[in-house]
């Protein structure tokens, strides 16, 4: 199956930085998804990503469907204490049909200082 | 909008015995809702996908006898560990999809821990 690559792994930042993530594929998906994930909770979706080049914002969070279709990129403005998390990127392999599949990443750890 | 619910929230059994976890779309109907896996430390590995009222496609590698899936109505799909063992032990997470779009909602997980 298709494979998501997620970098970075981890992420270690103060308070009030800026953080950027991102996933590259091999092949192309039809919609991008970023979710985070807190400890032992399911993951929550931030941002839904439907056409090529698409950048969408949701408070301080930004992201954007790269042109190609096999990547996308999630940035976070003045990170604050509780977007300490996981944050996956998921891409989605048949639009429009109802056998839709994600496939995730494998994340990226941010932890975030006061 | 678009809420997922799972009960129980944990549960510990003994090897052997069966397990019924339940997952319901709260404020949607799922067309499709989908059952994953999560190792700690790791990310989401899909097990099966379930349309209401047919049966599951269950991803290579994943015991269909074992993880029995029913999606008997537009809101509620349940997943049962038959025979439980320890190697079993993982945290199991539902999503539901609303049919129009490609967009995924998750339920809060499940933790099962098999003695």
């Known amino acids: 199956g298709q494979q998501l690559n997620q970098s970075p792994q981890s992420m270690f930042i103060q308070e009030g930085e800026d953080v950027s993530m991102n996933c590259t594929s091999s092949?192309?998906?039809?919609?991008w998804l970023w979710y985070k994930q807190d400890p032992g909770e399911g993951p929550v979706l931030l941002i839904a990503l439907y056409k090529a080049g698409e950048l969408t914002s949701n408070g301080r969070l930004t992201a954007q469907f790269g042109i190609t279709r096999k990547d996308s990129f999630l940035n976070i403005s003045a990170s604050i204490p509780s977007d300490v998390g996981i944050y996956f990127c998921?891409?989605?392999?048949?639009?429009?049909?109802?056998?839709?599949?994600?496939?995730f990443g494998k994340g990226t750890l941010l932890t975030v200082n006061p | 909008g678009a809420v997922v619910s799972q009960h129980p929230s944990w549960v510990i059994c003994k090897s052997g015995t069966s397990v019924k976890i339940e997952c319901r779309s709260l404020d949607f109907q799922a067309t499709t809702m989908f059952w994953y896996r999560q190792f700690p430390k790791q990310s989401l590995m899909l097990m099966a996908t379930?349309?209401?009222?047919?049966?599951?496609?269950?991803e290579q590698g994943v015991e269909k006898d074992k993880f029995l899936i029913n999606h008997a109505s537009l809101t509620l799909s349940t997943l049962t560990v038959t025979s439980a063992h320890p190697e079993d032990s993982s945290f199991y997470i539902c999503?539901?999809?609303?049919?129009?779009?490609?967009?995924?909602?998750f339920g809060p997980g499940t933790r099962l821990t098999v003695l």
């Open positions: 998921a891409g989605v392999e048949n639009s429009g049909g109802s056998n839709y599949k994600l496939t």
């Open positions: 999503s539901g999809g609303r049919g129009h779009t490609d967009t995924q909602y």
């Open positions: 092949s192309i998906f039809n919609t």
């Open positions: 379930s349309n209401e009222g047919s049966k599951a496609t269950y």
